[in-house]
């Protein structure tokens, strides 16, 4: 299908903007016919996060309590957090699938075609944030019985900041599973060590506040935190600095997980 969407002798170098959108476009279609053949994988996606939701809420209540909260419920507080989670461990291991391309010999001939190379990976990572949008919106209007206050735009708004961040923690991932390609023990064992203590000093599970005073201080080099700040601020209805910080580590993120992937492309392709 992209073989037959790019005319013939065009180069990825010499691809323009709207090229590389176009590119961009015909990469996230090819990423995303996979999920919309097999529906069974969405519809469990969205159950984690219920339980998660269902399960873990009433405990984190109970064990913290109200004031850690900054005055918001629980559910008002944690389903942001759940958001974030679903996008991380969603964008962190684009790259996986990149591993078996590259095992069947399909990434080969993906790259004999004139694609631009940075919309190989904004294309599988918006394919990543495309659930992400539904399933954010599905599970805040399920919580809402329950108690949870939906403001659409502003929980649209951190949707669309988290596809930001989600472009270059994708980008990072896809350069990770070139750099360990043919060793896939090294790409799971990088992405599971770095994922779950950025996952803890964000304090998406548990209010960073609670935590020691070198947790803290370590929280604020983790640009996590300020992307769960910004969502919890948004999901909330309100739009101050924490999301105009959150933006920031989003953009940012997303500008050196592109400088990065490009660059490991044109290496790996020279």
């Keep these: 299908m992209i073989e037959q969407a790019v005319a013939p002798g065009v180069t990825a170098q010499k691809r323009g903007p709207r090229s590389v959108v176009t590119d961009t476009w015909f990469v996230f279609w090819r990423e995303m016919l996979l999920p919309m053949r097999d529906p069974f994988s969405l519809i469990f996606s969205l159950i984690q996060p219920l339980v998660f939701l269902g399960l873990f809420g009433p405990l984190l209540g109970s064990a913290v309590g109200a004031p850690a909260f900054g005055g918001q419920s629980t559910l008002q507080w944690f389903l942001p957090g759940v958001v974030v989670m679903i996008a991380l461990f969603g964008t962190s291991m684009t790259g996986s699938n990149l591993q078996y391309e590259l095992v ?7 790259l004999a075609t ?3 190379r940075s919309s190989l990976m904004i294309g599988r990572a918006l394919k990543e944030w495309a659930p992400l949008v539904l399933q954010g919106l599905l599970i805040s209007v399920v919580c809402i019985p329950f108690g949870f206050v939906f403001y659409p735009l502003h929980v649209v708004l951190g949707l669309v900041i988290l596809g930001v961040f989600g472009i270059g923690l994708g980008a990072l991932s896809y350069a990770l599973a070139l750099v360990s390609q043919n060793k896939e023990w090294i790409f799971w064992g990088v992405q599971q060590t770095l994922l779950f ?8 599970m548990l209010p960073i506040e609670a935590g020691p005073g070198w947790m803290k201080v370590a929280s604020l080099f983790n640009p996590l935190t300020y992307l769960v700040n910004a969502e919890r601020e948004l999901f909330a209805g309100r739009i ?6 959150g933006l920031v580590a989003a953009v940012v993120t997303a500008a050196v997980g592109l400088v990065v992937g490009i660059r490991t492309i044109s290496r790996n392709t020279n």
Excluded: C, F, V
């Design 240 to 245: 101050g600095m924490d999301t105009m910080w």
């Design 197 to 204: 203590p950025l996952m803890i000093l964000s304090g998406i």
């Design 104 to 110: 069947t010999g399909s990434y080969e001939r993906i």
């Design 114 to 116: 004139p694609l631009s």
